[in-house]
């Protein structure tokens, strides 16, 4: 069946370092993919997403490429923020919505 | 606004005392779904809806019963709670039948302690 995995946290980075989470899925069809960002005390929300491959979905300095090829949906942030602390999850929609485990990414100033 | 809204936001209870988390959204979303939080699992998805009087089982549905009488409301229900079942709930909602290209809203949560 259909699975999300994504590298286990926690990551411990300073301000203004490069960010990579890695993301990779398995999927029988052609999949939606997300990823979802979830601070302290809160529920999730979007951070961003893509529908097809090579699509790049942005938002907030966070990039994240539909790889079809490498069935991966990487995130990346150039500059990271402590304000950016908080736990990431990738997720794919297909015809089923299924979540990654969750990376909690902690950023020290 | 448009939210998920999901009640009460804290609960502590005793085994085997009946209680339902509400959740209701003001979207006019087909999709709704329950999942569970926990430290090391991450979310894991209990029951979800696709449309009024249509529910299914997601990947944790023991101890657990919903009902979606309208399209707004999608109340979780454990008839008799244990202790396993002490976690962070998330309830949300999505456009479409579950399939599609739209992103799930989530609601705050409803952290709940079973004693």
């Known amino acids: 069946g259909d699975s999300v995995t994504q590298m286990e946290g926690p990551v411990t980075l300073s301000e203004e370092a490069f960010l990579t989470i890695n993301c990779t899925y398995t999927a029988t069809g052609y999949p939606s993919l997300f990823w979802y960002v979830q601070y302290p005390g809160e529920g999730l929300q979007l951070l961003l997403k893509a529908t097809k491959a090579d699509d790049k979905g942005s938002n907030k300095g966070f990039e994240a490429t539909y790889r079809k090829e490498t069935t991966s949906f990487h995130l990346e942030k150039g500059s990271v923020q402590v304000s950016d602390s908080a736990v990431y999850f990738c997720a794919l929609r297909d015809d089923k919505i299924i979540f990654g485990k969750g990376t909690r990414l902690h950023i020290l100033p | 606004e448009a939210q998920v809204t999901q009640n009460p936001r804290y609960l502590i209870t005793v085994t085997g005392k009946k209680l339902t988390v509400t959740c209701s959204q003001n979207m006019n979303h087909e999709y709704m779904s329950w999942y569970r939080q926990d430290p090391g699992l991450g979310l894991r998805q209990i029951y979800y809806s696709m449309n009024v009087e249509v529910t299914d089982k997601g990947d944790v549905p023991e101890g657990y019963k919903v009902s979606r009488k309208e399209k707004r409301n999608f109340p979780l229900i454990l008839e008799s709670p244990s202790p396993n079942q002490t976690s962070l709930y998330f309830c949300?909602?999505?456009?479409?039948?579950?399939?599609?290209?739209?992103?799930?809203?989530f609601g705050p949560g409803t952290r709940l302690t079973v004693t």
């Open positions: 949300a909602s999505t456009p479409g039948g579950g399939t599609g290209s739209y992103e799930q809203y």
